[in-house]
């Protein structure tokens, strides 16, 4: 059985060592995506709790302590794609209620808030990977649409629309995972 968890915890990337607790979410959860940030902002979007849930929870990186309710995403959903400029994050994709979603949100990290509508992903797609550029781009690749899915598509990350097709992984991948040079 999966448990909801509302621990948060972090390293100082710098030093080799364990976690150590930072604080609480403000709900026990699961299926959290990768948060975006800006330098003093964390921010975790999309929740299951008991069921699809679309809360945003923010923290000041620089301090520990519990999260602050943001707002909410405009569809509640878990397992999506996060990616980020520094100002703006994104969320993209997810499972929802009845499937998956192509819906992409975006937040202003600075300004606690509901999400707004980004654009679209091309199709319903739950727990792609989520990848950033130093330029602004945001890369959305893989994941579970009808089948696991080997798609790229991008987005410039300042500029609201749908998503481009990039390319392809080498094999679809489900739950994959990235990392850029930045």
Known sequence: MVTNINAIEYITIATTANATDFGDLTSARRGVANGVSSDTRGVWAGAYIS?????????????????????????????????????RGVFGGGAANGGYTNTIDYITIATPSNATDFGDLSSNTSAPAGIKDKDGRGIFAGGKTSSTTNVIEYIAIDTLGNATDFGDLTQARYLPTGVSGI
């Open 51 to 87: 069921s699809h849930a679309d809360p945003m929870d923010y923290v000041t990186i620089q301090t520990l302590g519990n999260s602050t309710d943001f707002g909410d995403l405009t569809v509640a959903r878990y397992s999506h794609g996060s990616v980020d400029n520094n100002t």
